[in-house]
């Protein structure tokens, strides 16, 4: 039987997605893994050669992509990124907000400096730039999809030493859910994910400094970028059409419920 799905798709041309934290990790994969659907990609993060390098890689397989130097912490950069990424690949109707910072720290031995680097990455960034790009759609009257990226660890702390971490992130998955109510009537859905241990460069520097961990998992396993494609693509597009304000929990139960 034929049966006619025209939502199940995963092709993302016309589509220009901004994808923040993107140099290496988990950021690095989200944006191969938007090129190769069709999207145009805007590639930030604060170290420009690497974004060049992936940017050029971009062009020569035939996609298109420029890289944006963005430090998050910076609300006239994030601004100036999405003017930037209009002005270079057209309206940015997807965004990533993966950039992130761990703390790996004691909540009683955190400096305040500390303090306002990781809540000004973690929840003051993507909030600025989500209501960026929000604005921008809403003005032309076009849909987007705006993605972002929490963590296990916003619903299950353990006390290892990342206390504030865990509260950044959970304030990530309220953020997912109230804008999405805000923003319902204009065609935009905001999701989360919440990975959980992936390998990417922070977590491999986490490893060398406690430890291998993965053994005390079910399975034994720490994830991989690549299995994180095909949610990232559902919430892109018109696959999720109805989902909206949904944080999706990717971690393989490594946590318990």
Known sequence: MNLPSPNFSIDLSGQTALVTGASSGLGRRFAQILAASGARVVLTARRLERLEELAAEFRAAGSEAIAVQLDV?????LISAVAQAEAALG???ILVNNAGMPDAARATKMSVDLIDKVLATNVRAPYILSCEVARRLMAAKRPGRIVNISSMTAFDYRGSGAALYSISKAAVVRMTEALAVEWAKFNINVNAIAPGAFHSEMMDEMIERVGEFA????????????????????????????VTGTTIKVDDCQHPR
């Open 215 to 242: 053994g005390h998992f079910p399975r034994g396993r720490m994830g991989q970028a690549l299995q994180l494609d095909s949610t990232l693509l559902y919430l892109v597009s018109p696959s999720s059409d109805f």
């Open 91 to 93: 309206l940015v109707t």
């Open 73 to 77: 912490t910076n609300a006239d950069q």
